[in-house]
């Protein structure tokens, strides 16, 4: 533990045993995943919300929560900061008279994947890992290539062999080794554990090291400078992985012991494909886990994950929020991508459609009420996905 960062140790999110944060690990020896634990009596001397000015405008204004033990070891971008955008015509045509957009497509490589990169690939250099091993659907590994780029580490990129193809550019783009496998997400993560055991690469997976986490927490955080001080009623949210839901979650818990908030927490709303929900499907159960999704239909990448590792973190954020859960169809987030668009002048990806799309039923449902302050997460830019956008619209034209 430094000044600059209050990290304490890493915690095993089952068993609540804690490990030296000097080593990079995956999972915690329980086989959990682990989280940074920070002094935050330390930390709240000098990280408050009314002495920000002149701190970097990235993540990094944020650096006694954030496991970097001194500046010069930071591998950075300038993620992160990113609006927060009202949609003053088409909140109240859904409904809503208080609408909130964070648009996290202003990000460097396009996603929300950059505020993780940013954090993990700095402790795989400062922990010297040269050569690191990615699974993805598509924007963590075009993300993962750029940070590891920045940081001089080598990488190899698994992703599904019919992921969209600017995912695949950024990855050769930033001079990754790109593989592409025959299969889904949980197809790619499997052959990442080979690659890792067998070659000595670190596994970079969702969820399997611990400071992915820690960088995407962030988005909690701005929301809080965002909102003078205040939370949303609800947070609505595209989960394929979970590690944005998890990480905002307990980003809150550091935000009150900061004395940023109070005890009152947003309801988290996860959104999923209705050709890939397993934390759907779980949730309505009453199940504490998340069985795999056998055969997923959807057509978008970063809602096709069919085996969530941290499916027990997920559900839990989402009960002890007061949230819930809701799967929409593929045909609904591309309509509501391009209605978004013509109303807002937003670049939305499929992703952070879906949560547009969710909101009628949501209000419909009782879930959101049209008075209240809700926040959508935009998590990449439409771009990206421009040959799925195109086969929609010519499909639709027919």
Known sequence: ??????????????????????????????????????????????????????????IWRYHEVL????????????????????????????????????????????????????????????????????????????SASAYAARANIGIDVLMPNDSPFANQEECRRSGASLELVDGFLDACGRRAT??????????????????????????????????????PDAIVYPTGGGTGLVAMWKAFEELEALGWVDAMRPRMISVQADGCAPLVKAFEAGSELAQAWSNPTTRVSGLRAPKI????????????????????????????????????????????????????????????????RIVVFNTASAHKYTDLVAEFSSRKAR
Request: proline letters at 7%; aromatic letters at 6%.
């Open 1 to 58: 533990m430094t000044p600059y960062s209050r990290l304490l140790d890493l915690v095993c999110t089952r068993t609540g045993k804690a490990v030296p944060a000097e080593q990079l690990w995956n999972l915690s020896p329980d086989g959990s995943p682990l989280f940074a634990r920070y002094d935050l009596n330390g930390a709240a001397k000098t990280l408050r919300r009314d002495r920000l000015d002149g701190r970097p405008l990235s």
């Open 194 to 231: 080979t690659l890792s055991e067998s070659q000595g690469w670190f596994d970079l997976s969702t969820f399997k090291e611990p400071y992915r986490v820690e960088g995407k927490k962030t988005m909690a955080y701005e929301l809080v400078e965002q909102l003078d001080g205040t939370l």
């Open 67 to 142: 496991p970097a033990p001194m500046q010069g070891a930071i591998v950075s971008l300038g993620e992160g900061m990113t609006p927060l955008l009202a949609m003053p015509r088409f909140g109240p045509k859904l409904g809503f008279a208080n609408l909130l957009v964070k648009d996290e497509s202003r990000n460097p490589t396009g996603s929300f994947k950059d505020r993780g990169m940013s954090v993990a690939l700095t402790m795989a250099n400062y922990l010297g890992i040269r050569h690191v091993v990615i699974p993805t659907a598509g924007n963590a590994g075009g």
């Open 309 to 372: 590792l941290a499916d027990a973190l997920c559900l839990r954020t989402l009960r002890e929020s007061g949230g819930t859960v809701i799967a929409v169809p593929d045909e609904a987030m591309f309509e509501f991508l391009h209605q978004a668009g013509a109303s807002e002048g937003i670049s939305i990806c499929p992703e952070g459609a879906a949560c547009l799309a969710a909101l009628p039923e949501l209000l419909a449902r009782g879930d959101l009420d049209r008075n209240e």
